[in-house]
């Protein structure tokens, strides 16, 4: 769950950070916005997500072998489409806005200006942008997590939410103090963001809610094209666990101790299932 999430928040912040340093020599996520990024990816949403109670369904599922992928196909596919998703998202915002609207637009410099108010006033006029790129990003994040609970590929991503108290805690304390930190001029100003108006807020949780619909559409795509009956699924589980039972596979493994009992008969019934199955 939190390995899905963190990996789709650090390639898109890597992303548009090396796109925008890149392109116009700057970034629209400065120091203290990565900060709260990292503390909504590495302490609130692991507390969020790492509470999770496991499913029947997840209980049910096969032993994973130490020769798996750390990130297997459905992985992948959630962290590229989001990634996508937002990328997409935050550049339209960061390079649309200027150029098309001219409450977003960073005038060039005047004749009679020096450099340094030339600089000053081109960075309070980009801040406007960046401030909605913020707080875009922090939607997409939040939603993003909502997705983040269910990695099987699970239509309903809302299923037991409740019945976990300390997620939607979580989920309503990074709301929260997001809104403090656009909201109230002093802390903003500790994260160089101003104070966006009523549509750019509508715009930027509906942009976030987007999440769940691009991920619900990914879902039903992808059993569209890459269908699978239930016993071609648990045939396929049943031999890669068979090939991940390599227990003292090299020379240098044969300190290992010996199985107990009970795991020898639980792989042998596994291998058993597998020859049946061909």
Request: glycine share 4%.
């Amino acid at each position: 769950l939190l390995f899905q999430f963190q990996l789709t928040i650090n390639f898109v912040a890597l992303v548009v950070a090396f796109v925008a340093a890149v392109t116009s020599g700057e970034t629209p996520l400065n120091v203290m916005q990565l900060l709260w990024v990292n503390l909504i990816m590495d302490s609130l949403a692991a507390l969020a997500l790492a509470t999770e109670a496991p499913t029947r369904d997840l209980l049910e599922q096969l032993p994973h072998g130490r020769n798996e992928p750390l990130i297997n196909r459905k992985m992948a596919k959630h962290i590229i489409v989001q990634g996508t998703y937002q990328l997409l998202w935050i550049f339209l915002i960061f390079y649309g806005l200027p150029a098309h609207y001219e409450a977003f637009k960073v005038s060039p410099c005047e004749p009679d200006e020096t450099t340094l108010e030339c600089s000053e006033r081109q960075d309070d006029e980009q801040r406007t942008t960046n401030s909605l790129v913020f707080n875009v990003f922090i939607w997409l994040q939040l939603f993003n997590e909502i997705n983040s609970r269910k990695i099987n590929d699970e239509l309903n991503v809302f299923s037991g939410l409740l019945s976990n108290w300390i997620f939607p805690t979580v989920w309503v304390i990074i709301v929260g103090f997001q809104c403090i930190i656009m909201l109230i001029p002093g802390v903003g100003n500790i994260f160089s963001v101003d104070p966006i108006s009523g549509l750019e807020w509508g715009v930027s949780i509906a942009v976030g809610a987007g999440s769940l619909a691009v991920a619900l559409a990914t879902k039903l795509v992808s059993r569209l094209i890459f269908r699978e009956s239930a016993e071609e699924e648990r045939a396929r589980q049943l031999e890669r666990a068979a090939q991940s039972i390599k227990y003292r596979e090299h020379f240098w493994q044969i300190l290992r101790p010996v199985k107990p009992k009970h795991v020898v008969e639980f792989e042998q019934s596994l291998v058993r299932e597998v020859e049946e199955k061909a």
